[in-house]
């Protein structure tokens, strides 16, 4: 098959025509520089001889399916951009002319109107996909690979961190400028609302290439992710730039339009050259992370990591590697006629396989989500179901019951329990709120009218996690016995400062089930010289 790909002496179509060369494909390169689409065909004939490579001259905004049929080629790749608020000129001409077509488009409101061509490209009988990029062809081959099997998916989310030095050409920054500091449509907490794009920051975990701060991007995913995978809690896609101290020059600048409706895009030039200061102490290795929560198959609630690193100088190939394998896919015949979005297109090896050509790596880990069976390991399995199903539940959950309640020993241990905020002595309607997010669990309780709050987290080996309540903190260690689930205080502190041992409250504290099978438990807690403090046992059951 002949392809013409316009945009050829791109950032990303300069990469995306050395990968179809090295794989046999004839070519055309084509752009508005016939000089520069000439020089890179002449570089790349040099180093495949057998590759059949022309160049011509074409503008996008001209394209028509005439043009396109008299260049000679069965594909069109367009790999122009910026495609936010453009037209799919390009591939309403190819579909026209009988050809197929596929783009690299990041656009949002781009890939979502792509649709409208799906009838005609089947009339044609051709495969017309946007989007064969990392967003949202990769994303979705990694999410499918990851939540195979699931039952639920709670949560997905991608983010990209390029290096320090990847090209930040006038184009790729209109492109970003497009939503920069605007309101940015997005499914968090279960529903669909409004934030400003490059708001707020957060660090993510992109394995050998170190915690990086990333923020909010509107890229198609933010709507594919929700109507593929149907999320319960949410679906972010979020960009980040290297070195650290640009991705905050950047959020300032976000905020700042976000103040006061400055239009930027007249200035993406300067911004352009703005953005590469400081580039020389960046991590020049480009990265990329896609998560989901969720529970597998046998009902176990799960996190799935997958992380891209590329060496330095790589991290631009990225973009072109699933359009490469796209186009493998329709030659092969692999793809059915129709215009859509690159989604569910692709198997995950296949695009790790053109990446691994060029260096880059890849890993996926699968793990608990929640904080007691990472914590406690293998033999949290051997618990009763209704003990893990509290402890894997992610999100918020809600659990009611009742419970016996043991009061205070004596007057001072009374006291103590007061400030705290346990309650008092009876029998009593039990609540407990649980929102967990595999991070930190917060739990809260109501027995009666008495309300009390505990924030589980830190997670470590060895049973070991982390309970505080107010400015008190309990180093708990956590252990599997007959069945049971026990817990037992290490150590404690205020804040960040160790209290004596001498004066550390106890605890005889474990979970099993009652004869229904419900979670139940039996909680004491005494301190030394005053006595009990509480004592509460009871039952729960889920609520829903």
């Known amino acids: 098959m002949r392809v013409l790909l316009i945009g050829a002496a791109g950032v990303f179509g300069s990469r995306l025509a050395e990968g ?13 520089s016939r000089p520069r689409a000439g020089a890179l065909a002449v570089h790349l004939r040099a180093a495949w001889p057998q590759a059949r490579i022309d160049s011509l001259s074409l503008d996008v905004a001209q394209v028509t399916p005439h043009m396109l049929k008299a260049a000679g080629a069965e594909l069109v790749v367009d790999a122009t951009g910026p495609f936010q608020g453009a037209e799919p000129v390009v591939a309403r001409a190819a579909v026209a002319a009988g050809l197929h077509y596929v783009d690299l488009a990041d656009a949002r409101d781009f890939v979502s109107c792509f649709n409208a061509l799906d009838a005609a490209a089947r009339d044609a009988g051709v495969v017309a996909l946007t989007g064969a990029s990392s967003t949202p062809a990769l994303s979705h081959a990694v999410l499918d690979a990851m939540t195979a099997g699931w039952t639920r998916i709670d949560r997905v989310e991608a983010a990209i961190s390029p290096g320090a030095r990847a090209p930040r050409g006038p184009s790729v920054v209109a492109a970003v400028l497009h939503w920069f500091g605007r309101p940015v449509r997005v499914f968090e907490d279960g529903g669909w609302r409004e934030q400003p794009g490059w708001g707020r920051v957060v660090h993510r975990d992109f394995g050998a290439a170190g915690r990086r701060p990333v923020s909010l991007s509107e890229t198609p995913d933010l709507d594919l992710m929700v109507a593929r995978f149907a999320p319960t809690s949410g679906a972010v896609f979020m960009a ?30 300067l911004l352009s050259r703005l953005s590469g200061m400081g580039v020389r102490w960046g991590d020049d290795r480009g990265a990329m992370r896609v998560e989901a929560t969720g529970v597998d198959a046998d009902g176990r609630a799960k996190r799935a990591v997958w992380v891209l690193i590329a060496p330095p100088g790589v991290g631009p190939y990225t973009p072109g590697l699933p359009a490469l394998a796209t186009i493998k896919r329709i030659t092969a015949g692999g793809i059915a006629p129709g215009a859509r979005a690159c989604t569910g297109e692709l198997v995950l090896t296949e695009i790790e396989d053109e990446l691994a050509v060029v260096g880059i790596e890849t890993t996926m880990t699968v793990e608990p989500v929640a904080l007691f069976p990472r914590a406690i390991g293998p033999a949290f399995d051997a618990l009763p179901a209704s003990i893990r199903a509290l402890h894997e539940a992610v999100g918020v959950s809600v659990w009611r019951g009742r419970a016996r309640i043991d009061g205070a020993a004596g007057p001072m241990a009374a006291l103590v329990a007061r400030v705290v905020g346990f309650p008092t002595a009876g029998d009593t309607a039990v609540e407990v709120e649980i929102q967990a997010d595999g991070q930190r669990s917060v739990w809260r309780r109501r027995f009666g009218r008495h309300r009390f709050l505990s924030v589980l987290s830190n997670a470590r080996e060895g049973g070991r996690v982390t309970e505080r309540f107010g400015p008190l903190s309990f180093d708990l260690i956590l252990t599997v016995r007959d069945g049971w689930l026990h817990y037992d205080v290490e150590r404690w502190r205020i804040g960040a400062l160790p209290l004596p041992r001498f004066l550390m409250p106890g605890t005889v504290t474990h979970e099993q089930i009652d004869a229904e ?11 030394p010289l005053v006595g009990r403090l509480v004592r509460y046992r009871g039952w729960l059951e889920r609520e829903g």
Do not use: K, M, N, Y
């Open 20 to 32: 179809l060369a090295r794989s046999g494909f004839d070519l055309i390169l084509a752009g508005r």
């Open 240 to 269: 980040g730039i290297q070195p650290a101290p640009l991705h905050w020059a950047a959020w300032a600048t976000a905020r700042l339009v976000a103040a006061t409706g400055l239009d930027a895009h007249p200035h993406s030039a």
């Open 517 to 527: 099978g419900r979670f139940a438990f039996d909680v004491e807690i005494s301190a």
